[in-house]
Antibody, heavy 120, light 107 residues
Framework: QVQLVQSGAEVKKPGASVKVSCKAS????????IHWVRQAPGQRLEWMGW????????KYSQKFQGRVTIIKDTSASTAYMELRSLGSEDTAVYYC?????????????WGQGTLVTVSS | DIQMTQSPSSLSASVGDRVTITCRAS??????LNWFQQKPGKAPKLLIY???SLQSGVPSRFSGGGSGTDFTLTISGLQPEDFAAYYC?????????FGQGTKVEIK
């Protein structure tokens, strides 16, 4: 069965970076995209960016441009999201989600979420 | 960015009720809209994609409609497990924005 398993919770200081992993199983990794979505406490879901797990193309929300990088390790069927220059406003649960490479989009499987806490 | 606005932000309903949630986009998104259900502490779950297509395994009491800027999610015959938050998301363009959510609570 399809599974996306994310790395564990992180506590970071302001100004630091965090790297969250998302390991896929149960399907051909390179036939789909991986999207990253975050949710701050009590807030709406917020889309951050995505990677085509086939050719490695990426697109990011302009809000995070320059601070976020999404990469993949095809041999490990794993996608990574790195967010730099963390501030308290980056405290959130970060999710990865699988999507098809061609429309219509459907985020049909999600990781369990990774809580990132930014605190001095 | 395309703004997604849901209404209401919360509602109280009873088991067996018919519930409709509305999502409005700030510009036309054709039928590029998903609906998700989220329970506390859990990841979102896809219910509807492409505005009206029911995701595999999702009960048929959930239905979606609309195109352009106005969309609806209807739950026909609310069940105890349906009390949750619901989010719409446009997938027409980047960034793929979400609505603010609608919390469905027990009356």
């Amino acid at each position: 069965q399809v599974q996306l398993v994310q790395s564990g919770a992180e506590v970071k200081k302001p100004g630091a970076s965090v790297k969250v992993s998302c390991k896929a199983s149960g399907y051909t990794f390179t036939n789909y995209a991986i999207h990253w979505v975050r949710q701050a406490p009590g807030q709406r879901l917020e889309w951050m960016g995505w990677i085509n797990a086939g050719n490695g193309d990426t697109k990011y929300s302009q809000k995070f441009q320059g601070r976020v990088t999404i990469i993949k390790d095809t041999s490990a069927s794993t996608a990574y999201m790195e967010l730099r220059s963390l501030g308290s406003e980056d405290t959130a649960v970060y999710y990865c989600a699988r999507d098809k490479l061609v429309p219509p989009s459907s985020y049909d499987h999600w990781g369990q979420g990774t809580l990132v806490t930014v605190s001095s | 960015d395309i703004q997604m606005t849901q209404s209401p932000s919360s509602l109280s309903a009873s088991v067996g009720d018919r519930v409709t949630i509305t999502c409005r986009a700030s510009q036309s998104i054709r039928s590029y809209l998903n609906w998700f259900q989220q329970k506390p502490g859990k990841a979102p779950k896809l219910l509807i994609y492409a505005a009206s297509s029911l995701q595999s395994g999702v009960p048929s009491r959930f239905s979606g409609g609309g195109s352009g800027t106005d969309f609806t999610l209807t739950i026909s015959g609310l069940q105890p497990e349906d009390f949750a938050a619901y989010y719409c998301q446009q997938t027409y363009t980047i960034p793929r924005t979400f609505g603010q959510g609608t919390k469905v609570e027990i009356k």
